[in-house]
């Protein structure tokens, strides 16, 4: 049975566990407009000095590089409606091939054009649910609620290294009034 998360609520993952998928999903709530076009992004990060950067380039996934190095990390693709049932977009992460100076895989979903077309996350009914990749079971899942009103980007999750070394997953659900160009050039 899945871990019900609240925000800033963690679960540590077990020793034993390879692979996890993150799945996103969202639905227009309530909203008449235009389509909405939220993209999924993960980043691999390590620690340099107070800040965490990207492993490298490649080791950015998204929607127009759907594959890390060796596939370590793999994104399914642009949903451009969010119109399936169940998980619009997904990541797979296997934790025991990430690069060894790997501290954290951020997960941040955006709204395309969400600017330009006057939408933000608080006009979608957005989740994301943590798996067991091998075995299909969800692990955790956090539902973001309705309070991201001008917020065109979510720092949704987080796969992240504790003290000890062990992995954690932790659902963030921070919203941002930027895109996806100031994540990435934090990290670079």
Request: aromatic fraction near 10%.
């Amino acid at each position: 049975m899945a871990i019900r998360l609240e925000k800033s609520g963690a679960i540590d993952l077990e020793k034993r566990l390879k692979r996890v998928r993150v799945g996103i999903s969202w639905d227009p709530n309530g909203y008449a407009g235009a389509e909405f076009d939220a993209d999924v992004s993960c980043a691999v990060l390590k620690q340099v000095g107070e800040a965490r950067k990207l492993v490298a380039d490649e080791w950015f996934v998204f929607y127009n590089n759907t594959a890390s190095p060796g596939g370590v990390v793999k994104h399914s693709g642009d949903n451009r409606t969010g119109a399936a049932e169940g998980d619009d977009e997904t990541v797979t992460v296997d934790l025991t091939a990430l690069p060894p100076e790997t501290v954290e895989v951020t997960i941040i979903a955006t709204i395309h054009e969400g600017r330009a077309r006057g939408q933000d996350w608080s006009r979608l009914k957005a989740s994301i649910r943590l798996y067991n990749d091998e075995s299909g079971g969800v692990l955790a899942e956090y539902d973001l609620g309705a309070d991201h009103v001008g917020m065109i980007a979510v720092q949704f999750a987080s796969l992240y290294k504790d003290e000890g070394g062990r992995w954690r997953f932790k659902a963030l659900g921070t919203g941002h009034d930027f895109g996806l160009e100031r994540f990435v050039a934090a990290w670079t």
